[in-house]
Structure formats: structure tokens, C-alpha cells
């Protein structure tokens, strides 16, 4: 009977403390995130990107000049137009604004 009640405890004890583990790993595996925290996240950094004046808001002007300076960017031979091929290349993704790039 003790050698039953020993082997029983050991293998509860390895139970638990599987369970506790595998609790633990599942704990630590990150979230993805969100698509509207990255949305809004990608849209504070174009802000930042257009924002010549620093007041925090986008203007006509600053907007019309971000984009004839990302269409003159587009425009690889300088046609004037954006063929497919250029326009394939105007996926823009905002990964990280450095300072020294900001009010450019």
C-alpha cells in the first residue's frame, strides 16, 4: 500500500508540475497585435512624416506636397505619369520615423 501511495504522489506531483509549466509557456507566447493598434500607430507616423509646421495637424499644402514629392519618388522616368510598374512600388509602409527624418 505505501509503495502505491508513493508512486501515486510522484506521478500527481509530475502532473502538476507539467501542467504549471505548460501553463507558464502558454503565458509567455506574445499576442499578435491588434490591426487597429498598428492602423493608428502607422497613421501617427505619416502624421509626423507630413507635419512640416509641428502643429499637429495636416494641412492642404502639407499633404499636396508629401504626395507630388512620393509621386516625383514614383515617377522613375520622369513622365509625368505612373505606369503599373511604377505604381506597384508605391506600397508605402511606415516601419519607424527617425528624428532627423521629421518635417522633410
Known sequence: MTRRY???TIT???FTLAAA???Q???NVPKQPDKLVIAEEN???LLLLMDTDKNGKISKQEWMD???AEFDR???DHSGELDPHELL???VSVRHVRSSDQGK
Request: proline share 0%.
Open 43 to 45: 497613421a501617427k507616423q
Open 21 to 23: 509549466s505548460f501553463a
Open 6 to 8: 508513493i508512486v501515486a
Open 89 to 91: 512600388e508605391s506600397r
Open 66 to 68: 508629401f504626395m507630388s
Open 25 to 27: 509557456d502558454t503565458a
Open 74 to 76: 514614383l515617377d522613375k
Open 12 to 14: 500527481g506531483a509530475a
